[in-house]
């Protein structure tokens, strides 16, 4: 029987003699993620094929509004209204951009447990676009496609699999260069909320104790600009857009 690891791509070779009835998991060999199979589904294709329908990305919250493209509208035709005003008031050829960052409508991947239902309805309230993973093979589809720059996990996301472990060491293994263009929120009970210091030492962004939950998006507003502040000039040499 032969699976696929949906976090590395490497290919596995079971010995099906050894493999148990039903439902099983499996630990890759390169990256350690935990990968789950199952050897009795028949005449359904092959347990590959299988696992890229069940691992699709992340999908994003139904809500009731439409607060995130209307955000996103005003800000891109607000951005270019501002850039317009710009280039009249300096006769320049060049029309630079004057992104306001503060508003940007921002994409944020939820991996969460039990907080879950909760934090996505806070933020899509708030003008986010939120997704939300069940597995750690739906985060790392969703993050693949490089839209989305806000992680926010707990060590409650699939205990089953591993799945706050496996996100703190797929940002561990990550370049400068792609560390940089991911905020990566813890969200738990012990801790404390901006704790600049811990969040260093731990690889993070941002820790956000459960207690401060109904300040949830201000706090998350406001560790974003200050972590574009911090980058601005490298983004803007490399000619990168603010998180």
């Known amino acids: ?14 010995d099906e003699s050894k493999i148990p009835s039903g439902n099983f998991t499996v630990r890759c060999p390169r990256c350690q ?28 919250v139904d809500t009731q509004g439409n607060s995130f493209a209307e955000k996103q509208s005003d800000y891109e035709i607000n951005n270019a209204l501002k ?11 060049k029309i630079e951009s004057t992104d306001d ?8 991947l939820l991996c969460l447990g039990e907080k879950r239902d909760e934090v996505a309805q806070r933020l899509s309230e708030a003008g986010y676009r939120v997704y939300i993973a069940q597995t750690p093979a739906q985060a790392n589809e969703r993050l693949r496609e490089g839209k989305t720059e806000i992680v926010i996990f707990s060590p409650d996301f699939a205990a089953e699999l591993g799945g706050a472990a496996i996100l ?12 940089r263009r991911l905020f990566l929120v813890s969200l738990e009970d012990e801790g404390t909320t901006m704790n600049a210091h811990e ?3 731990r690889n993070l962004n941002l820790i956000i104790n459960t207690a401060d939950m109904p300040q949830l998006p201000l706090i998350l507003n406001r560790a974003v ?12 040499g490399l000619g990168a857009e603010a998180i």
Not at 1 to 14: A, H, K, P, T, Y
């Open 33 to 60: 993620n935990m990968l789950r199979a199952n050897r009795d589904l028949k005449g359904q294709g092959s347990a590959t094929v299988q696992q890229l329908a069940e691992n699709r990305p992340a999908a994003p």
């Open 101 to 108: 960052t503060a508003q940007k409508p921002r994409r944020v």
């Open 83 to 93: 850039m317009l005003l710009s280039a009249l008031k300096t006769g320049g050829d």
């Open 199 to 201: 969040a260093f030492l």
């Open 168 to 179: 703190q060491q797929k940002a561990n293994a990550m370049y400068s260069s792609e560390r």
């Open 225 to 236: 600009m200050d972590y574009n502040d911090l980058y601005h000039y490298v983004n803007r």
């Open 1 to 14: 029987m032969i699976i696929r690891c949906d976090n590395c791509s490497v290919s596995l070779q079971l």
